[in-house]
Structures are given as structure tokens and as C-alpha cells.
């Protein structure tokens, strides 16, 4: 985005450390004259002479992929992906370890025809909010996300080497970018280039805009502007040229400072901010509707993905007799089809069982069911049914489902030491859905988090990150009726919990391998003081449909709806009754806005959490900020 007040130009310096990595010289390595011959040479080892630790999986765990190919404590040659690094061997390299296409997921072609997909309705809607909340004045017309698994794996790079360098996560933020259109396509498909770069009147760098009003000055009379995500990094002023980022209040601009081969900025949508009947409008409506759900990736390596197959091999029965059964894998068809679908499908296998209830358990590509029976089954009748072939062809597991099941009594649930060391049913008596109950102990000393630690870090106050936050509060209206008074902002921590930050990486992996693209948004969640330790360490859980009892020495005397312990509390027993919470289901409640969890938040005097004193004198705030993946 340029700057137009002050007229145009290319920035007259560089950052001292940002030197020409081939030649020396004062000048991005990107732009060298001699990079077309040392890059042949780089190239001459071949792919034999790789020393990273890929096997084509790129996006199993970790940063998008990143440390499941280079490791937690290498850092990743930037210029070797751009192909600009001159060394052929990645373990001689002092940038990092190089890392192949094959391993970095740029099998997958992108071109004018890939690189936008249709938004959905309901992403539209966001989009929608966020544009108005940003001060967006016109009516968004249609909304297109950017669909570059290259460019994602570039800015986790990015994003992995700033997290060794600084030993903490670099902070994320959103930022509006208006351009021409003819330059539409060449930033989906290939990023920012720092050689395009004009009108730099606050130093080297991308510019961007908090309001997309600013951006739309930049689109020379177009329709269109980018929404981006911006990998802040170490901040400077305004003549700062070795920072990563700058924040220039006065104009509301980020300038992001990408300097050989780092990738900060990743454009994640493309919105239509008035009608239009260019080129660019008449390409983007002739693009094919989305098929990012599609699930192939993911159906390829999950056992039940690509067809039906047993599931559980423990599956049996040692009770008498038994209503409730677990049956899958089911065809992995059905995981596109809906709930009536599954229903028809099981009801045919079971044949003259009939079912009361059947309720489907889909886990990624695959698909199982739960069922309640209208009479219970007595063991030779289960065997009969086990020994059923599914669909006349298959073998699928037949498992006994009720509830406090003597087969699993003294066992640890298989998916509590599983590959993704959690249950949902780990705090769920089953008061009120029997399918919910899991008859396995879940003991806490083997969830992933036992033993995590946590530690708060102030910002900056005048920084990017806090005026983001604050921005946030300032256009949001708060209801002083709801009985918490009207919040302000007293002081903005950083949470850094290594253990959850890792969980949260794979989890975005599985998304991203599972759906083909990942959106991240940071949203709200108030929550009583009390409970904050509980949930800085272990991160937020859906809740227990528990009760919590005054006398428990974790949940009791908190304030708290539902208990924070497992489902084997001697205290917590009660059923939790829904009186104007958790109206929506047991899950967990974010907010696109910190008005609405304000009532949520409580009041000091229901708990005691202690922070850091601030480093100025700054009233109370009792909104928590967390990011959210889809």
C-alpha cells in the first residue's frame, strides 16, 4: 500500500543486517546480479545432498509441517526456499537447514484457477463483521480465500525461525491491504515481493492498514483489497530499518519488513468492497464452488477413510446383556452425507435389531455410530451381530456402548494415551446424553498439559498488538445493567505455555491436512478469576455437564456452573442444571467481541488470580484473549 501524501519513491536504505547473503552488498540477496549463477551451483547437489529430515508428510504436527521436517531447534534457510542461498548442503548453511518442495507441500499446483475459492455464507458473514468493526463504510459485495499451501509454509517458517530466535511466539495480527487489480493474481500466488516496492516514506517495508477506508485509496478506483495475516516480530520507530515491524499511529499503518526470504505476511482473503465489471470481478465469479471439504489427504491415512473396516480390536461384550452398541468404521461416504443418511445406513445393518436411536461419530475421513436399541440383546444375539457382514462385503467392529461398563473398568481410555491424548468424555457423567459417557479412567497425570507451566509477559503498551486490543474495547458497547460495570483495559499479557502451544500447532496440522486451508482468528472468552490458573495451564475445556461442589478443593467456591475435575470427582456428583448458561451445548463459548463475554467474566471478589503489577497505573480488566482455529 503507498503512501500518497508525501509522493512516491523506492526506500533509500536497507537493514543492516538484511546484506546481500550471495555478494555482500547493500542490497537484498533477491535483487543480487549474481544470484542466477549461484544458484546453479546451490543446485548441483541435488536432492541426495539434503540433510532434513522430510518424508514427504509436511504437514504432520508441528508448525504447519516446519518441525516435522527440520526439528524443534533448527532453524529453516529462508533464502534456500526462495531459491536465492548459494549453499548446496543445508547442514553447512548458517541460516539453516534446507528444506525440498516435496517436503514443504508445494506438490500442489497453484495457478489463477487454484489460488481463490469461493467463500461460504457463514465465512461471509464474519467477514462481513470484521469489515464494519474495522470501519469498513461501503457493503462488502463477495469475499474469496486464498488457497496457497506454499505461501502457508513459508510464514510458519517464518514464524518457527522467529520463535528460536526470540524463544517466544511472535505476535499475529490482521491487516487491510489495497492494491490494483492486475496485481490481484501475482500476490495470492506469490506473496509481497520486497522488489515491487514504492512510495516507502516510513521506511522499507509492506504497508498496511488497520481501516480498510485507508486501503481503499491505494486500489486506483478497483473494488478489491486484501485482508491479511502480519507476523509482527520485533518492533522499531519509524526510522528503525533492523526491525520486523513498524506501527505508525499517526497514519494507522503496519509496515511489515520481510528481508531475505522471511515471509510475514500471508493474504488470506480477498474482498469485493463495491460492485464492479472488470476482468478481475468477471474471473473470480467463473471460479468453480469450493472443494476444500474434500478429505482426501486426510482419508489416505486414517485407517476407516477410504473404507468400511473394523475400529476397536478389544471390541466385545461380558455383560449379561447390554442396549447400547458402537459400530464402525462405517463407509467413509458417509462422512459427506448427513445424519439421516448414517441412520438409513446402520438401521439396514442391524435388520431386525431395531434402534431407538442412532447417533453418528464422525472423526475425520471416517465415520462410526452409537446405538441405543429399543430392547436389550442378550450375548448370543450380540455374537450374531458382531459376525454380520456390513454392506454384505465388510468386517466392522461391534462394540457393548453402556454406560459404566464393567469391560472398561481399571483401563485407561484408549484415546487418553492415543495419538491424540484426549476424550471428550473425560469430565462427562452422562446426566444428560448417554452416547457422551466413557467407562475408561481417565487419570490426569497423562494428559499432555500434567506438569505444564505457565508464564505471563506484559506488551508493549504503545505497540501494535495492545492498540489492536484496545481498538476492540473502544468501539464496543459495554452494558453496565449486566451488573460488571464498564471495563477498561489495565494491562495486556502475553500467556506463553509451551505444552498448549504445541497441541494448538498440531491441531491447526490436522485441520489444515483434513480441510485443505486453516482460519485462525483470535477471539473472546471472559471466565471467573478463580479459574484462570486451572485454564492457563491446561488451556480451555468443554465443560462437564457436573455441577460443581462447594467442597471440592479445585472447582468448589469459584463461582464456577460446571466442575473443572474428571468424571471421577467424589465430589462433584450433581447434575448441572441449565439456567442461563451454556445455552447452546457443552462446548466452549468465544466471542467475536468483548462486550459479549463481559457477564461471563465475574467480579474479583468470586476468585483471586495474581498477575504481574502493572507497569503503569491502569484500572481493572477481566476480558482473557484466545485464539481459535476452524
Known amino acids: 500500500m503507498k503512501q500518497k501524501k508525501k509522493g512516491k519513491g523506492k526506500s533509500k536504505g536497507k537493514a543492516k543486517d538484511s546484506g546481500c547473503f550471495i555478494c555482500g552488498g547493500d542490497h537484498f540477496a533477491r535483487d543480487c546480479p549474481e544470484k542466477g549463477e549461484e544458484r546453479a551451483e546451490g543446485k548441483k547437489g541435488g536432492k541426495g545432498e539434503r540433510k532434513g529430515k522430510g518424508n514427504g508428510k509436511s504437514q504432520q504436527g508441528g508448525n504447519f509441517g516446519v518441525e516435522a521436517v527440520v526439528g524443534s531447534e533448527d532453524q529453516v534457510c529462508m533464502l534456500y526456499m526462495c531459491g536465492y542461498c548459494p549453499l548446496s548442503s543445508g547442514a553447512s548453511c548458517p541460516r539453516g537447514k534446507h528444506i525440498a518442495p516435496e517436503d514443504r507441500g508445494e506438490d500442489e499446483l497453484v495457478d489463477e484457477d487454484t489460488v481463490f475459492v469461493p467463500v461460504t455464507r457463514s465465512k461471509l458473514k464474519l467477514l462481513e463483521g470484521k469489515w464494519r468493526d474495522a470501519g469498513g463504510h461501503s457493503q462488502v459485495e463477495g469475499a474469496w480465500q486464498v488457497k496457497n499451501k506454499r505461501l502457508d509454509f513459508l510464514f510458519r517458517a517464518t514464524e518457527h525461525n522467529m520463535t528460536k530466535v526470540h524463544a517466544k511466539t511472535p505476535d499475529c495480527i490482521e491487516g487491510w491491504h489495497g492494491t490494483r487489480e492486475q496485481n490481484v493474481f501475482s500476490i495470492a500466488i506469490n506473496g509481497f515481493d520486497s522488489g515491487k516496492r514504492s512510495g516507502q516514506v516510513f521506511g522499507a517495508g509492506e504497508y498496511f492498514a488497520k481501516d480498510p477506508n485507508i486501503s481503499v485509496n491505494y486500489c486506483d478506483c478497483g473494488s478489491f483489497m486484501f485482508l491479511c495475516k502480519l507476523l509482527l516480530g520485533v518492533g522499531g520507530g519509524e526510522k528503525d530499518e533492523d526491525c520486523d515491524h513498524r506501527w505508525i499511529d499517526s497514519q494507522g499503518y503496519y509496515v511489515i519488513n520481510q528481508k531475505d526470504g522471511d515471509v510475514q505476511v500471508l493474504p488470506l482473503f480477498l474482498l469485493q468492497f463495491k460492485q464492479s465489471s472488470s476482468y478481475l470481478q468477471k474471473r473470480l465469479q467463473d471460479l468453480p464452488p469450493s472443494t476444500l471439504g474434500t478429505m482426501n489427504s486426510l482419508a489416505s491415512k486414517q485407517r476407516g477413510g477410504t473404507s468400511a473396516c473394523t475400529a476397536r480390536k478389544d471390541a466385545g461384550m461380558v455383560a449379561e446383556t447390554t442396549q447400547y452398541l458402537w459400530l464402525g468404521w462405517l463407509d467413509p461416504s458417509l462422512a459427506e452425507l448427513n445424519d439421516d443418511d448414517v441412520f438409513d445406513d446402520v438401521a439396514a445393518f442391524l435388520d431386525e435389531f431395531e434402534a431407538l436411536e442412532i447417533i453418528p461419530e464422525r472423526n475425520g475421513a471416517r465415520v462410526g455410530a452409537n446405538v441405543k436399541l429399543s430392547r436389550p440383546i442378550n450375548q448370543n444375539e450380540f455374537t450374531k451381530l458382531s459376525k454380520r457382514r456390513y454392506r454384505t462385503h465388510y468386517t466392522i467392529s461391534v462394540d457393548d456402548q453402556q454406560p459404566n461398563n464393567a469391560k472398561c473398568w481399571g483401563q485407561v481410555c484408549p484415546r487418553w494415551k492415543g495419538p491424540s491424548k484426549y476424550c471428550r468424555s473425560w469430565n462427562?457423567?452422562?446426566?444428560?446424553?448417554?452416547?457422551?459417557?466413557?467407562?475408561?479412567?481417565?487419570?490426569?497425570?497423562?494428559?499432555?498439559?500434567?506438569?505444564?507451566?505457565?508464564?505471563?509477559?506484559?506488551?508493549?503498551?504503545?505497540?501494535?498488538?495492545?492498540?489492536?486490543?484496545?481498538?476492540?474495547?473502544?468501539n464496543n458497547h459495554f452494558d453496565s445493567s449486566a451488573g460488571c460495570g464498564i471495563p477498561s483495559i489495565v494491562n495486556v499479557y502475553r500467556i506463553s505455555n509451551e505444552p498448549l502451544e504445541k497441541m494448538y500447532k498440531q491441531r491447526v496440522a490436522f485441520l489444515y491436512e483434513k480441510q485443505g486451508f486453516v482460519v485462525e482468528k483470535e477471539l473472546w472468552h471472559g471466565t471467573h478469576c478463580g479459574a484462570l490458573p486451572e485454564l492457563l495451564t491446561h488451556g480451555l475445556q468443554p465443560p462437564s455437564d457436573t455441577a460443581a461442589h462447594p467442597d471440592?478443593?479445585?472447582?468448589?467456591?469459584k463461582g464456577l456452573s460446571t466442575t473443572l475435575c474428571n468424571s471421577s470427582c467424589e465430589y462433584c456428583t450433581e447434575s448441572h442444571c441449565w439456567n442461563m448458561c451454556h445455552m447452546f451445548g457443552l462446548g466452549i463459548y468465544l466471542a467475536d467481541m468483548p462486550a459479549k463475554p463481559q457477564i461471563c467474566a465475574g467480579t474479583a471478589e468470586e476468585g483471586h488470580f495474581e498477575i504481574p503489577r502493572p507497569s503503569k497505573a491502569r484500572r481493572r480488566s477481566q476480558a482473557i484473549f484466545w485464539s481459535a482455529c476452524s
Open 428 to 474: 462427562i457423567k452422562g446426566h444428560h446424553m448417554w452416547n457422551w459417557t466413557c467407562s475408561f479412567d481417565h487419570p490426569l497425570d497423562e494428559r499432555p498439559t500434567h506438569g505444564a507451566t505457565y508464564s505471563l509477559e506484559e506488551l508493549d503498551w504503545w505497540g501494535a498488538k495492545v492498540d489492536e486490543l484496545w481498538s476492540a474495547f473502544k
Open 552 to 557: 471440592c478443593p479445585l472447582s468448589g467456591g
